[in-house]
């Protein structure tokens, strides 16, 4: 009998901004989104998570492991934003991870990627980091630009129709966005269980995603000069 | 030595921060069983050795906790997130150590929920559907259609549908199995409208036309193939037509809708019983799900599997792009989507046809190369529908045989809640009264398996 994982990475920035009650928020968020997927039953049956964590470093603190088995440890904040290296990293961990369909065994579902960040890339390689993340295609991802200092026009390099603003970094702000990547990956398993997960959702902006907290409003990429 | 312990609930339990606390590998209550864990291979357990009682048992209402030596074991029966105190001993001081453990639930426990769809939501549908019928030939017909679970926990309807049809004085058999898309609003009409329509259509075609005057049984350049071609385009037309009632009326359903509201595949099949007892089939797909002829010997897939591996994308009987490319080369959509297939009267009594959506066939054939792979096909009837179903080919047409059908396809797999639809048919072996074909001897080789292959051998 077959079984199909969904993997899900969370890229979470620890840099030093992020120290005391933000990175406390996350901590907090992190472990109540594997409490709520842990009451689903299709998120217990199909979703895989792993967490890339950027500060001076892009570090992959969990690697792809089940839901059930998951153990989320306590993140810090320290340092600068690496959040190129993030990115790379993330290629490279699926890369490893990702199970390919074969003649006998269908692979993973394309994973799901939730990026959060507070401020600005400042550390490592972010061209590259860029290329890497487009050179592969996705089940689908949401680029998060949380509190006032987050710079959105890094995050519109990667893909401006991808981006949404969170209004601040206090923990009502933090619990709602991982309350809406809870209800992401909740859709998301839902989806491949009816059958109706395309190819295509990674396209296009953000509709194929729950709607936004109200904490949160998407980036308008028509408004923003192009950066090419 | 026992030590004794106090019992400690871990509901009113707070760890108090800066007390030793260690982290065991999460339980499951999928698979219950104990969870067991060295604690010495934990991180500061060295600190801890020689606090810790040597021998402890300890009872929660959540589950059951012992300690002996290094090595402490767990048998949960209640999700849930736990804090086990342990209390340890040094030098007259007391302190507690506190064994952390998260609890999964079962999913399977989680699926158990069986809510009613709402009453006044228009197209109301039985959350299962079933029937056995008899074949001339004392063979027998039996289907089963159910509610996926995930339906079920969420409270909406069934998508999938079946229609059977027998018509006794021409020897002919038809069946049609549907699955409504998960996307679509009111997929489950436009599954129920198109094996109506397709039954009736063909039906019809059957009896006015000498379809069965062909005693050398179905022939790929016979009537069968446009007439399975014209039978699942009146599903389609099934579906316009309702479409364009409803949109004239709009009160009926608050809102404008369109042939995508009722998406569905369309697996359809006509069997012929030969009068020299052999067997003639003609089959058409739109959409995933199977149709297969499966014996001891060989399965031959009368169904090409549409969309890719990844995308996830399937066909519709309702996507207009599809009868467009009909009107403009007929021949051609015929050869792609119609397959014939016919044998004598000894492997007639050997084989059995089976429709099935996908919700039926993915759990057991993951991928196109799966779905031509005889020997899984092969165990599929023998462990599935013989052993578990309790269905053998000499068992005789009765209500219980589709009863069991019903409840097996309520089957448990990891990632698969979707609904399911199976119809299978099968003549007795007259050579064999009264065993099931299970006891058949395997006759499988590499040859046979080629079989499944080779398109030519299904066209």
New interface residues.
């Given amino acids: 009998m077959s079984e199909r994982r969904l993997p899900v990475y969370l890229l979470l920035d620890v840099s030093g901004s992020m120290d005391g009650e933000p990175i406390q928020a996350v901590n907090n968020g992190v472990n109540q989104l594997i409490a709520d997927l842990r009451a689903d039953p299709r998120a217990l049956d199909t979703a895989w998570l792993s967490v890339i964590t950027f500060g001076d470093e892009a570090r992959q603190v969990v690697p792809l492991t089940d839901l059930e088995d998951f153990q989320m440890p306590e993140l810090t904040a320290d340092g600068c934003t690496a959040l190129g290296p993030a990115l790379s990293l993330l290629c490279e961990c699926r890369k490893r991870e990702e199970l390919r369909g074969t003649t006998e065994h269908s692979g993973d579902w394309r994973p799901l990627v939730f990026l959060m960040t507070d401020g600005e890339q400042n550390e490592g390689d972010f061209e590259k980091g860029i290329a890497d993340f487009k050179s592969m295609k996705w089940g689908n991802y949401a680029l998060c630009a949380a509190g006032p200092q987050a710079e959105v026009s890094d995050l519109k390099r990667i893909n401006p129709e991808k981006v949404f603003k969170l209004d601040n970094l206090g923990p009502g702000a933090l619990s709602k966005y991982f309350k809406w990547v809870t209800q992401s990956i909740k859709m998301q398993s839902k989806k491949i269980e009816e059958g109706t997960a395309q190819d295509g959702d990674g396209q296009g902006g953000l509709d194929a995603l729950p709607p936004l907290p109200d904490v949160a409003t998407p980036v308008d990429s028509s408004s923003i000069p192009d950066d090419i | 030595m026992n030590v004794f312990i106090p019992q400690v609930q871990s509901e009113t339990f707070r760890p108090e921060a800066g007390l030793p606390r260690l ?1 065991l ?2 339980a ?1 209550l ?1 698979k219950p069983e104990p969870i067991t864990a060295d604690l010495s291979s934990l991180k500061g357990y060295e600190m801890l050795a020689q606090r810790l009682p040597k021998k402890a048992s300890l009872a929660f209402d959540w589950g059951e906790v012992s300690i002996d030596g290094s090595s402490v074991t767990i048998n949960p029966n209640t ?1 849930g ?1 736990y804090a086990i105190p342990i209390p340890m001993c040094k030098a007259g001081q007391a302190d507690i150590l506190v064994l952390q453990i ?1 609890v ?2 079962d ?2 426990a ?2 158990k929920k069986e809510i009613d769809p709402p009453a006044d939501a228009p197209y109301q549908k039985p959350s299962s559907d079933k029937c056995c019928y008899a074949t001339d030939q004392g063979g027998h017909i039996v289907c089963a259609s159910r509610r ?3 339906h079920a ?1 969420d409270g909406s309807f069934r998508d999938d549908d079946f229609k059977v049809e027998t018509i006794p004085e021409k020897g002919f058999y038809l069946f049609a199995v549907a699955d409504g ?3 679509a609003i009111y997929s489950r009409r436009g599954s129920k409208l198109a094996t109506e329509a397709a039954i009736e259509n063909l039906k019809k075609s059957i009896n006015d036309s000498n379809l069965d005057d062909d005693a050398d049984g179905i022939s790929a350049e016979g009537a069968i193939g446009p007439a399975l071609v014209a039978a699942a385009k009146s599903g389609f037309m099934a579906i316009q037509d309702e479409v364009a009632r409803k949109n004239s009326n709009q009160t009926e359903l608050g809102k404008a809708v369109s042939v995508n509201d009722y998406n569905t595949t369309l697996l359809l099949a006509a069997v012929k019983v030969n009068a020299d007892g052999g067997l003639g089939i003609g089959a058409f797909a739109i959409g ?1 799900g199977a149709i297969v002829w499966c014996s001891d010997s060989r399965s031959v897939l009368l169904s090409e599997p549409d969309g ?7 066909y519709f009987l309702t996507m207009e792009r599809l009868w467009k490319t009909e009107a403009s080369d007929p021949v051609a959509f015929r050869k792609s989507r119609v397959r014939i297939f016919n044998c004598d009267k000894e492997d007639s009594r050997h084989g059995t046809l089976m429709l099935m959506t ?1 919700g039926v066939s ?6 196109h ?2 779905l031509r792979d005889h020997s899984l096909w092969r165990e599929f009837l023998n462990t599935q529908i013989r052993e578990n179903a309790k269905i053998l080919r000499s068992s005789p047409p009765s209500p219980e045989l589709a009863t069991q059908l019903l409840e097996w396809i309520n089957f448990r ?6 609904d399911r639809t199976l119809a299978l048919f099968e003549l007795p072996d007259s050579n064999k009264q009264g065993e099931g074909a299970h006891s058949e001897t395997p006759s499988l080789n590499s040859a046979n398996a080629e079989s499944i292959s080779e398109k030519g051998d299904a066209q």
Avoid: V
């Fill in positions: 982290r590998p999460n499951k999928r999700p997130e998260t999964n639930p999913p399977t989680l699926m996926g679970q995930g926990i898309a998960g996307s995933d890719g591996d990844y995308a996830g994308e399937t996908d993915d759990p057991f054939f993951p991928s190369e799966r797999e990891r990632g698969h809640f979707d």
